[in-house]
């Protein structure tokens, strides 16, 4: 019974961790660059909220996946090369998260403050900073995604 919760949590954690990050990444992010009524600082500052309350989710999500992962590859009779791998998959998932948690979306954030990006000037160093910062956000949001699908696969 225990092993049914366990890959259960497992598996619905993975599932709303990936599923979250698949439809804001390409769904709702390119959205909302489309709705007309919204100015690109309005768009800047919704999404920074949506990856706040995002990044705190996959905080939150990342804890139980895992423990729940490394419990069940512990309780297992024989530990398999796979499930093992896929531990580790979603350990680095959630150290990624963390890492965009704690280190790239304040600074990035910190950033497009009081930048308007409607009347911005070639050049400004806010505006390089903020490039810089969203192109590391990007990449590790993509690290991610290939993680949480790589754990998905083993563990399937």
């Not at 709705?35 to 990342?62: D, H």
């Not at 998260?97 to 497009?112: D, G, I, V």
């Amino acid at each position: 019974m225990i092993d049914w919760v366990l890959t259960f949590a497992r598996e619905l954690a993975l599932a709303v961790w990936l599923g979250g990050l698949i439809v804001i990444d390409f769904v709702e992010t390119p959205a909302r660059f489309r709705v007309p009524g919204l100015n690109r600082n309005q768009v800047v500052a919704v999404g920074r909220e949506v990856f706040a309350a995002f990044n705190r989710t996959e905080a939150l999500v990342g804890a139980p996946l895992v423990a729940a992962g490394a419990l069940l590859a512990a309780r297992a009779r024989t530990l398999s090369p796979a499930s093992l791998a896929a531990v580790m998959c979603v350990s680095a998932m959630w150290l990624v998260a963390l890492t965009q948690y704690f280190w790239a979306r304040p600074r990035m954030s910190a950033a497009t403050k009081g930048l308007d990006l409607m009347k911005r000037r070639p050049g400004d160093p806010r505006l390089d900073a903020f490039r810089r910062w969203h192109k590391t956000y990007v990449a590790l949001d993509l690290v991610k995604l290939a993680l949480g699908l790589a754990a998905f696969g083993l563990w399937v």
